[in-house]
């Protein structure tokens, strides 16, 4: 049983470029959700699936577009880079919300120069 | 909105310390609560949770309890030990929506 994969685990991008961050989760997962980390600001919601079809915005969600058109997959693509979004990236899933336990990826060390 | 303020970092314990990291929230209802832990290099790990008011969530010797009147969730351990370092995260499920973070408590354990 994988859980939640992420990939690339590492990544460097020139500013302009852009690129997908791929989550697949083998769980059956209803909800899924991309954050990112930054030191001093703990996890910052991008984006989020209630399910494949539905996605919505989370607290900084500029510069990111997503898509969820299956239950197991929840791609994230940076559309043009910039040096602000060089972070770690972590992907989650879990069967609903409430006090379902939420499951991470290993997370996607990005760096944009 | 929906937030959580923890204390901030870093905080350094000698082995067998007692630890304290405070946590409150602020939330409409009755948001689900949860301690995740970062070791170094890692994703994040569930570390316990609470689903409602008095529910103490108990993990790996690590403690803490749901409490409505405080709007808090302390997380404790009585003997800290070199392997519990690590950055320690509070937050919450406030509905339908995905969790809130706190910005994080790093904590350094020295033999």
């Known amino acids: 049983n994988a859980g939640v994969t992420q990939t690339p685990k590492f990544q460097v991008l020139k500013t302009g470029q852009s690129m997908t961050l791929q989550c697949a989760q083998d769980?059956?997962?209803?909800?899924m959700s991309w954050y990112r980390q930054d030191p001093g600001m703990g996890l910052r919601l991008i984006h989020y699936?209630?399910?494949?079809?539905?996605?919505d915005q989370g607290e900084v969600p500029n510069g990111y577009n997503v898509s969820r058109s299956t239950t197991e997959d929840f791609p994230l693509r940076l559309l043009s880079a910039a040096p602000s979004q060089t972070s770690v990236y972590f992907c989650?899933?879990?069967?609903?919300?409430?006090?379902?336990?939420?499951?991470f990826g290993e997370g996607s060390w990005l760096t944009v120069v | 909105g929906d937030s959580v303020t923890q204390m901030e970092g870093p905080v350094t314990l000698s082995e067998e310390a007692f630890l304290t990291i405070n946590c409150t929230y602020t939330a409409t209802g009755y948001p689900s609560l949860f301690w995740y832990v970062q070791y170094p290099g890692e994703g994040l790990q569930l570390l316990l949770k609470?689903?409602?008011?008095?529910d103490k969530g108990s993990n790996k010797g690590f403690e803490a309890t749901y409490r409505k009147e405080t709007t808090s969730f302390h997380l404790e351990k009585g003997s800290v030990q070199v392997s519990d370092s690590a950055v320690y995260f509070c937050a919450l499920i406030p509905g339908n929506t995905p969790l809130v973070f706190g910005k994080g408590t790093r904590l350094s354990v020295i033999a």
């Open positions: 699936s209630v399910g494949a079809g539905i996605t």
């Open positions: 609470a689903t409602k008011a008095d």
């Open positions: 769980m059956n997962h209803e909800y």
């Open positions: 989650a899933s879990s069967w609903g919300a409430s006090g379902n336990t939420i499951y």
